[in-house]
């Protein structure tokens, strides 16, 4: 079954130092990777994606994610955090004519 | 940019009250998706809908059906509300089946009492 994990319920970073959060996936194939953030009483907004290619995508707001088959892993890495990135962040896989499968999620909090 | 709009941000309701959310996309999207988000538990399929008047069920359909009469509205019915469907509503909608993503509404968050 496809399944989506980040082992990181929460996440306290302080503002100016970098982040990585963590992804790891179950799936039969490559599957289309996604980050997408919500901030406090919002949707969800997209980040950045993968589907083939270039492994590290470039993404909204500073953020980048490389994709490893090796370890099936898409993590999140930003360099320097702002106060207005903490925020709730959700690793979604998918495939063309297959739904998504979310994960449950990271919150972030930044300290100043 | 597309844009998905739910007709509530927050709803209060009476445990047994039939309650419907509404959701319309505004770039004639084929595809759209509710989903529940509760604590710990991420974000669960409940109904989705590629193409008019179609529905399939998610994850977690018990308790729900949808309505899809129009391309651009997807609604979702609690047909006898109960206090465990309590959660955050989000509705979806994507241009394809695959690689272009969901656009989320900002959600509906119902508190049924």
């Known amino acids: 079954a496809q399944s989506v994990t980040q082992p990181d319920i929460h996440i306290t970073v302080s503002e100016g130092a970098s982040l990585e959060l963590r992804c790891n996936y179950s799936?039969?194939?490559?599957?289309?990777l996604f980050w997408y953030v919500q901030s406090p009483g919002q949707g969800l907004q997209l980040l950045l994606k993968y589907f083939s290619g270039d492994t590290l995508v470039q993404g909204i707001k500073g953020f980048e994610a490389e994709f490893k088959r090796s370890q099936s892993s898409f993590n999140l890495r930003k360099p320097s955090v702002h106060w207005s990135d903490a925020a709730e962040y959700f690793c979604a896989v998918g495939n063309y004519g297959q739904n998504f499968v979310f994960g449950p999620g990271t919150r972030l909090s930044v300290l100043p | 940019d597309v844009k998905v709009t739910q007709s509530s941000r927050y709803l209060v309701k009476r445990t047994g009250e039939k309650v419907f959310l509404e959701c319309v996309q505004d770039m004639d999207h084929e595809n759209m998706f509710w989903y529940r988000q509760d604590p710990g538990l991420g974000l669960r399929l409940i109904y989705f809908?590629?193409?008019?008047?179609?529905?399939e069920k998610g994850d977690i359909p018990e308790g729900y059906s949808v309505s899809r009469e129009k391309k651009e509205r997807f609604s979702l019915i609690l047909e006898s509300a109960s206090t465990n469907q309590t959660s955050m509503y989000l509705c979806a909608s994507s241009q394809d089946r695959g690689g272009y993503g969901y656009t989320f509404g900002s959600g509906t968050r119902l508190t049924v009492v």
């Open positions: 799936y039969g194939a490559t599957p289309y």
């Open positions: 809908s590629y193409d008019v008047k179609m529905k």
